[in-house]
């Protein structure tokens, strides 16, 4: 006696409540952890969930949170691909940004480092760097993860972390430098 015929879609919605919904907490915070934004967050898990749902009938049932978290990992690429463009319309924006920045003996120490025109020029410089280099100074530097975390949460070794991290910061530095809100290598 034959069985009920195979319901693809009843295997797919059971499949997706034994391996996704019980990670959905985890890929809420992690998903904060990447993009700071609590809507944003909510957006990248909702991606992932469709993403997830889609593909679990291919899905082996091994490491799930992996699985998931690669799967979030490339929608936070593909969201910041999708941006990019729109920070790359106007390319002499950052330029007037820079122009504007605060200068000269009225200026305290203080009101530039905690000064709007100080936030613009790291958000700015920010912005343009690479995404992967976004990615670590997010989260070692914003984040407060350690190396070793990073390195797990983005399937990097830990040295790739350190020198993104190392390449990013030294972007920052020379943004700054240029806006005149930090001393050019060697002055100090």
Known sequence: MAGPP???DLDRQRAFAQYVLPEVEVLLR????LTAQPADAEDLVQDTL????KAVDRFDGRHP???LLTIMRRAEVNRHRRRRPHLLDDPDADLDRLASAPSGPEATPEEVVVG???DEVVASA???LPVKHQQVVQLVDIDGLSYGEAARL???????VMSR??????????RLAAAGMAPKRGVM
């Open 6 to 8: 195979p319901n693809p």
């Open 30 to 33: 992690v998903a904060m952890t």
């Open 50 to 53: 469709l993403r997830a749902y």
């Open 65 to 67: 949170r992996a699985w």
């Open 116 to 118: 709007e025109a100080f």
């Open 126 to 128: 920010f912005a343009a």
């Open 154 to 160: 983005l399937d990097v070794p830990e040295g790739t």
């Open 165 to 174: 991290l190392h390449r990013a910061r030294k972007r920052i530095r020379a």
